[in-house]
């Protein structure tokens, strides 16, 4: 949609992006579109606006985030809005989850930068003469993929919980938002594909092309890996069946048009591979260190991530309660902790609190992301003397305020070092969009729903669980086609914990209604001698319906614009 606009006001208060060269400072702007078309500094700090609208940490969900409305987490503090979903309370006026203004406010600032982003019209006299002159003008040809490829993403996250919204590329004045339409789930898929590819070859590959301080930039890499998971989410079974949608008289905004699911997998699974073809650049590799993944700012293996400045917010809200200032906040599940499997001799097998083996030390020799993702009891943290203690009167357990539902507490994401009290250690925290293991997995995924049997099945899912610092047994050759698929949403469930792909990946898998309907469950620990014992225990009815398999449109949009259609049995 192409609106024209005479009045461009824009402000911009503390957008820190910490991610792009001289992008992380505080700006304060109220420009028109000419006055910003007259300063380099000033279309930087546009970008920076652009940048900014990607959500991070503890901005999802008022703390909670998706994981606490799926069977990965419980939120502690139980008057969370979070809570809204889980018991399927939530409407239309009220979702918790709600990001419709947010992606379409990232959007409208993208709009605003590509139709203020002409190297001819940026009064650039300053550089003139210099070595500088010819960097800036490359700077804002290469800032405006970045700015497409930020726009693609926003639209992802709304289509992949909205189904088809209004596509808009120019700026709408108010005036004429009260004929926004729709636009169908296919245009807006190719949409976003086709704005990944034009980001793709106008953008350096990886981060690693940029100084050190413009780590974080889109990238080529970032481009073709959105592509990918677009493309999977495509294939999957939730954009080509609209028969949970009931009489839906548009299911176009819902699904696809029928067509070939083969050829869709082919191309998800060619998406996947295209990333993989660059791995000639090292930051590309896999990462062997599971641990510090989350808490090292650009590791090896991501794509993409938002850094943060050094701070302990996200500790704060995720220490165990029997810290200072610890506030309990995102506690896994049993239903988790269960499908990490354990090892017997040299195999590895599920995990069966049937087997007295198995439920005599339930928290060893388990698959290793297990303690580098979630803080069991008896486990230590931090350098304290004590254990961790959930059990009742423990040092983290009952009757303390906000001690754990489930048992456990969040290690992943979460620095140890820092010191709630004093600041102390505090880190710098980068939250990750796109790492290379996906990319595995979404090959191996889309292989095997149109080439079962495929050799490089095995070779990527592979190298997800069997590299360095994980070293859990590879993919037997014997799996149907079937048990491949249950091995790889497994993997997935396990290596992505937390990082936000339960939510949606349950979604377009239709699994929702059963996984997302399972109660919630915890872990009882006893204090028994001469070791603790364990009794898993449902916490927590939950409740999803198939309205739940995209979000509601916002009730004040659909007032607005009134050419707006909402989602099926909203």
């Not at 300063?39 to 546009?46: E, I, K, R, W, Y």
């Not at 880190?427 to 292989?447: D, G, P």
């Not at 377009?508 to 469950?521: D, E, I, K, S």
């Amino acid at each position: 949609m192409k609106i024209k606009n005479t009045n461009y006001i824009f402000l911009i208060v503390l957008l820190i992006c910490g991610s792009c060269q001289k992008l992380d400072r505080e700006l304060d702007t109220d420009l028109t579109k000419d006055q910003l078309e007259t300063t380099f500094n000033s279309l930087q700090s546009l970008l920076t606006g652009v940048y900014s609208t990607l959500p991070y940490g503890l901005t999802q969900l008022d703390r909670a985030t998706m994981a606490s409305a799926t069977d990965e987490a419980e939120f502690t503090n139980e008057i969370n809005r979070v809570q809204l979903i889980n018991q399927g309370a939530w409407t239309a006026t009220n979702n918790p989850a709600d990001v419709w203004g947010a992606f379409y406010q990232g959007i409208r600032r993208a709009n605003l930068f590509l139709e203020t982003a002409d190297p001819a019209k940026v009064n650039l006299d300053i550089f003139k003469g210099t070595a500088n002159y010819q960097i800036r003008i490359d700077e804002i040809k290469r800032w405006e993929f970045e700015a497409r490829f930020l726009r693609a993403f926003y639209y992802f996250e709304l289509t992949k919980r909205y189904g088809g919204v209004p596509i808009i590329t120019d700026l709408v004045d108010e005036n004429d938002v009260a004929n926004l339409k729709r636009s169908t789930l296919e245009e807006c898929i190719k949409f976003i594909v086709d704005e990944c590819d034009v980001a793709a070859a106008g953008l350096p590959v990886s981060s690693g092309a940029y100084a050190t301080v413009e780590q974080g930039r889109a990238t080529k890499a970032a481009a073709l890996a959105l592509k990918s998971r677009v493309l999977l989410y495509a294939a999957s079974d939730l954009f080509n069946n609209a028969s949970w949608a009931a009489a839906y008289a548009q299911p176009q905004l819902i699904s696809l048009p029928a067509g070939d699911r083969e050829l869709r997998w082919k191309a998800a699974a060619d998406a996947a591979k295209a990333v993989i073809d660059l791995q000639a650049v090292p930051v590309l590799n896999v990462n062997t260190n599971y641990r510090t993944l989350f808490t090292t700012p650009y590791a090896t293996g991501v794509i993409f991530a938002r850094r943060t400045e050094a701070n302990n917010e996200f500790e704060l809200a995720n220490f165990s309660v029997g810290f200072d200032r610890g506030q309990g906040g995102i506690t896994p599940s049993q239903n988790l902790v269960d499908d990490y499997e354990i090892r017997i001799g040299t195999t590895w097998v599920d995990f069966d609190w049937n087997d007295a083996t198995h439920r005599a030390a339930p928290y060893a020799n388990r698959d290793p992301r297990l303690a580098l993702t979630v803080v069991t009891n008896g486990s230590s943290f931090q350098s304290r003397a004590v254990p961790i203690q959930t059990f009742p009167g423990g040092v983290d357990g009952a009757p303390k305020p906000n001690a754990t539902k489930t048992g456990y507490y969040l290690r992943k994401y979460v620095n140890e070092s820092t010191n709630l009290t004093t600041g102390v250690g505090n880190a710098v925290h980068s939250w990750i969009y796109f790492r290379i293991e996906e990319i595995f997995l979404n090959y191996a995924e889309a292989l095997n729903e149109y080439a079962p049997g495929n050799a490089n099945i095995k070779v990527y899912y592979d190298r997800v669980r069997t590299r360095a610092g994980v070293g859990l047994s590879g993919l037997s050759t014997a799996e149907t086609q079937t048990k491949v698929r249950d091995r790889i949403r497994r993997e997935r469930r396990i290596e992505f914990a937390f990082e936000d792909h339960r939510a949606w990946d349950t979604r377009r898998w239709m699994t929702a209604t059963t996984v997302l309907n399972t109660p919630l469950r915890g872990i009882n620990v006893a204090n028994t001698s001469p070791a603790p014992t364990y009794t898993p225990f449902d916490l927590e009815a939950r409740a999803f319906t198939p309205k739940m398999y995209l979000f509601p449109i916002p009730l004040n949009e659909l007032n607005i614009a009134k050419g707006l259609v909402q989602n099926p049995l909203w």
